[in-house]
């Protein structure tokens, strides 16, 4: 039996186990000199002029939608199809997700449908590059400020994305973007995420945030400091923190982001080249126009229905032949967390389609060449097989 194939997996190498062990041997295990040193790593990456590490992509996620201060009236507008953590951080934040449908054929928020979300009271809108593709930010982006809007991007799969040539995440088109460094994303710290942004005011108030809401800089106190111990509690802040031991991963692992995107990016040609035979698979449509994936998933589309099967008898084929699938994702307004909320799925048809033919298929750095082929293969002979009863 060959060995099993997770949809997603981390990279760990030598020079990862030793920058971890010279963290656990230095005087910090947090608050230390490796948070900048992965913060500057990453601001680096996506040409952001700064970033704030923290313990979650989800806690990246609260973090920024507190920064904005939106209180109970305000309105988020949030996809209907992502993790979800992007519409709890909203409620976490004390204001409301309202949903938007997405793309049927590419599971991404379109214009149409952040018009169709918007209303007065739209605040802010957290478009997700889902699977790795960008939103069209420069359409959303526009649509959102011209209303007076914040743009918070849920890049949480798109770190190594472009779109016309500018990073997902330099802070073009948002006022923060968020990604989570989780063993399945890009790059990881085990658990971990971060806020970018190219605004130093919004970034300082993640940073308090994400430590207590503490402030000990002498030109923020709002009392004269009778002393190096002062510090105030201005909000009501978390500990979010990531330890340095996590940052030295992170920072050893950014080192070789460039290879692990190249390496999503040559696995997805293959896929495509492979894949393009196969009548039945429909492949993850690329996404608006000049966006280059950084491909968190590999998705493609399957009428499981249509070919006389059902999605869960065609990952248990694949799963017998040692091939791990994932759904990204369940719309999140059919929950029963959220429908509890009074939301309702049944508007987001868009999403809905999407959801019903969505399929993840292994995508990892170290996969190799002939992987792809045991999975297309794999995928072959089980839809042969369902198919044919
Ligand atoms: C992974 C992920 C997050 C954040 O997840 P954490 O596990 O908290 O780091 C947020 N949004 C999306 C779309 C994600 O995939």
Redesign the pocket.
């Known amino acids: 039996m060959s060995h099993f194939l997770p949809y997603g997996a981390q990279s760990i190498d030598d020079a990862d186990l030793a920058a971890v062990v010279e963290a656990l041997r230095s005087p910090y295990l947090t608050t230390g000199p490796r948070v900048g040193e992965f913060e500057a790593a990453l601001a680096s990456a996506v040409e952001a002029p700064h970033a704030v590490a923290m313990s979650?992509?989800?806690?990246a996620?609260h973090a920024a939608c507190h920064a904005l201060d939106l209180g109970p009236e305000d309105e988020v507008i949030v996809p209907a199809v992502?993790?979800l953590?992007?519409s709890n951080a909203v409620l976490y934040a004390g204001a409301r997700p309202v949903f938007s449908d997405v793309c049927p054929d590419c599971g991404l928020m379109r214009p149409e449908d952040l018009e169709a979300a918007w209303t007065p009271r739209t605040r802010a809108v957290i478009p997700?590059h889902l699977t790795g593709r960008p939103v069209d930010m420069e359409v959303l982006s526009a649509f959102a400020r011209e209303r007076g809007a914040a743009v918070i991007d849920?890049a949480?799969?798109a770190l190594g994305a472009s779109l016309r040539g500018t990073p997902i995440g330099g802070g073009a088109w948002s006022d923060m973007s968020?990604f989570?460094?989780?063993p399945v994303?890009h790059a990881t710290t085990g658990?971990?995420?971060a806020v970018v942004t190219a605004d130093e005011g919004l970034a300082a108030r993640v940073r308090t945030f994400i430590s207590h809401g503490m402030v000990r800089e002498p030109d923020q106190l709002k009392a004269p400091s009778p002393g190096p111990w002062y510090y105030e509690q201005q909000e009501l802040g978390y500990n979010y923190r990531i330890t340095d031991i996590q940052c030295a991963l992170g920072t050893s692992q950014m080192s070789r982001l460039g290879g692990f995107v190249a390496r999503r990016r040559h696995l997805a040609r293959l896929y495509e080249e492979r894949l393009a035979s196969l009548d039945a698979v429909e492949i993850n449509d690329p996404g608006p126009d000049g966006s280059v994936s950084a491909y968190h998933l590999f998705g493609i589309l399957l009428d499981f229905e249509g070919l006389g099967t059902t999605r869960a008898e065609v990952m248990q084929g694949l799963r017998e032949r040692s091939i791990g699938t994932q759904v990204h994702y369940i719309p999140v307004p059919a929950q029963p967390y959220y429908r509890e909320l009074g939301y309702d799925p049944a508007p987001f048809t868009g999403a809905a389609e999407y959801y019903r033919r969505t399929l993840s298929l292994p995508m990892f750095p170290a996969m190799e060449d002939g992987d792809v082929d045991r999975v297309c293969d794999a995928l072959e002979a089980v839809l042969a097989e369902l198919g044919a009863r």
């Open positions: 979650s992509g989800t806690a996620l992502t993790f953590a992007t997700v849920d949480a799969h968020i989570s460094f989780h994303k658990e971990g995420g």
